[in-house]
């Protein structure tokens, strides 16, 4: 018998993690909102990306270690917050954290976690933030953002593009619930109740998200979260420049710049297309940090060169889990930071430092 062929691109994950998943979930995972404009948009982004490569530079030594938020990171492409990783596979973010540990790279571990800060926090090796959206239970919300703390989490992610669920079509069809033996253990299962009821032609998600999530939320909310950690805050889902300001004034210490995998609001920009706007506006204040069709390390060096001081990886992450549990995750990681040191030496800038706009050529859609 021959062996399958070793992964050589991050697509390569996407068939042995699809085979061993039922339908319902691989729609959870591949799916967007509405009709599916703002995931494709994503992907349509990097196409219109060339590189500008520069020659007869020094390139024996192509370095991606970086710094974030004060925590040192062997690559700037890191974990996104995704859900439910024991939809995935049994060990769930425990194996997302032993992964990310040995690549070296960040993980943003998701509210909606199957595993427990702590134990998350025991399993991991290298920097976790935690993601969090603002549930209408502050005292709920108060708690984790304590958790966290103590668990050694250095940031807080909220994500700000999710007042409601997007209206994902393919969950819908499938009456998509959460199975019952994966629960977001950080939460209290009464909060959690309507993420597990399935009813024909409607998402329990969805269903969870109205009543969990407090739509209401506005910028001047922002200082209470600020007043209550003393973990830095970074918000995630922003595309616009107003947004970015508004960011800097309300004292964000990063930002993300995503459509949410167009999951959310469909017709919303790619998130690479809006990059250089949100750059340009954020002026150095805070690192941005970028998600959205990030596919290849050649994908992470675009957004890096427009700006963007990390990259976050949703959907191959997953991919890399539920094909191979630790070894996947570190698989995905390891090989997109192995093509973006590839692309850093054939384009003569061997130093994240040198990947700026002139590394690109790409015109934002209008
Ligand atoms: C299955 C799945 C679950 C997700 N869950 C969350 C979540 O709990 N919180 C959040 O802020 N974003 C969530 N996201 C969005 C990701 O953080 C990220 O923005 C997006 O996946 C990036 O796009 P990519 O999948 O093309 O890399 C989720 C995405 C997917 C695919």
Redesign the pocket.
Known sequence: MTEPAAPLRLTDYREPAYRRLPSPVRD????GAGDERA?DA??RAFARVTLRPRVLVDVSAPATATELLGAPLATPVGV?????HR?LHPDGELATARGAGRAGALY?V???ASRTLEEIAAAATGPRWL?L?WLRRRDVLAGLVDRAADAGYRAL?L?V??PHLGRRHRDARNGFAVPPDVRAVNLDPALMAAAHRPAPGRSALAAHTAEAVDPAVTWPDLAWLRARSPLPLVL??VLTAEDARLAVRHGADAI?V??????QLDRAPAGLDVLPEVVDAVAGACPVLF?????SGTDAYAALALGARAV???????WGLAADGADGVAGVLDLATAELAHTMALTGRPALTALDRTAVSFTPAP
């Open positions: 959870f995972v591949e799916g995931l994503d992907r996104a917050p995704t859900a439910y939809l943003v998701s509210l909606f993601q959206y992610v994500t593009d999710a995630k889902g993300v995503s459509n949410h995998g167009g999951r998600d959205g069709g990030v596919r976050l990886l949703g959907r191959p992450v997953l």
